[in-house]
């Protein structure tokens, strides 16, 4: 596990190169990749109009995960100058995904174009960006979870096992001083010290980043195959959204980082899920009828109900330039 990957000498002294920052640029290159393939494919929209979008989502969505481990971690600040730091880490998933969403809203809003097509193309990218990210958290060290017990498999605890990091074992890390060791050893350290004497690893723990990693890479295969077999627009939106809630939700518990915030008896993520889950069944169920009512999707007679004036009023024009409109799904 090297939380830095090598270090780029200059005349001021060397510069690290960190394996999250690595990750978290291969994610962001993956995604603009994905959504300029998919988006003239699917959707046809143009690259330029892409282009700035991405660009909005992307600036969004790492101000809001930044905000958010702020927002939860705030006395670990003894500055506001330090909450612009981020060698040491320091963004949450979800917070990536509120600062993202409202950025592509506004984005969307200003060009007076539907969000949920784009949406739909961007979610994926979320769900690769997390099996890619994940694996910068495992090789710091961070986002880790409980102890296993001691009936656990030599491999998960071997995987699940931090180093405690020094200058010799590993020269890359004279270039940053913060680094003392893993966060997992370093809280092991204060939590347990008794089990810590003469140890040069932390206890072995949950592989949690592992997990989500895993969990990141079906996300994007399933988000992918609906995207192409989707019913109507938004559904892969609040499908995906729905499905990282209940799994966040429920990879809290294995979780053992103290800096997620907690509130209520739950994680400031697992408070998050609790509001998204619901919100997005009632989005499903909303635009699966309004879908319907447009002619987009078959229902059953039972789920039209209260629908004939709406479906029978006439559609508002459509004045956009024909580029932007979105292209009807066909029924299969």
């Known amino acids: 596990m090297h939380p830095v990957l090598f270090s780029i000498p200059t005349p001021w002294g060397a510069i690290p190169i960190y394996s999250y920052g690595v990750m978290l ?9 994905f959504i300029m393939y998919m ?11 892409l282009a700035s979008c991405f660009t909005w989502t992307a600036v969004g969505a790492i101000i809001g995960a930044r905000l958010l481990y702020i927002f939860t971690n705030i006395d670990s600040y003894d500055s506001i100058g330090s909450w612009f730091d981020l060698r ?34 961007a ?3 979320l769900a690769s960006g997390l099996m890619l990210t994940r694996v910068g958290c495992y090789l ?3 986002d880790y979870g409980r102890p296993l017990r001691d009936t656990a498999p030599e491999w998960l605890k071997s995987a699940g096992t931090f180093p405690k990091w020094d200058t ?32 040069l690893s932390s206890l072995s723990v949950h592989p949690t980043q592992i997990y989500e990693s895993v969990f990141g890479f079906l996300l994007f295969v399933f988000a992918v195959w609906l995207l192409t077999h989707r019913k109507f627009r938004g559904q ?7 499905l990282y809630g209940l799994w966040r939700f429920l990879i809290e518990y294995l979780r053992d980082d103290p800096e997620r915030g907690f509130a209520f008896g739950f994680s400031t993520s697992q408070l998050i899920s609790l509001a998204i889950i619901p919100i997005c069944i009632i989005a499903y169920v909303h635009l699966r009828k309004q879908a319907a009512e447009n002619g987009d999707i078959e229902l059953p007679p039972w789920a039209l109900e209260g629908a004939a004036e709406s479906a029978t009023a006439p559609a508002p024009k459509d004045d956009r330039p024909a580029k932007y409109r979105p292209k009807k799904i066909k029924k299969k």
């Open 123 to 125: 979610v994926p990218t």
């Open 236 to 242: 892969v939106l609040v499908t995906v959204a729905g």
């Open 25 to 33: 640029g291969s994610s962001l290159l993956f995604a603009w990749y």
């Open 168 to 199: 010799e074992a590993f020269p890359a890390f004279a270039c940053d001083q913060t680094i003392n060791g893993s966060p997992a050893y370093q809280h092991h350290l204060q939590e347990y010290p008794d089990l810590m004497i003469d140890r």
């Open 39 to 49: 988006g003239k494919k699917i959707e046809g929209y143009n690259r330029e109009l």
């Open 88 to 121: 040491s880490g320091g963004l949450v998933a979800y917070g990536g995904f509120l600062g993202g969403f409202v950025s592509a809203l506004t984005f969307w809003r200003i060009k007076k174009i539907p969000l949920l097509p784009f949406a739909d193309l």
């Open 140 to 142: 710091y060290g961070c």
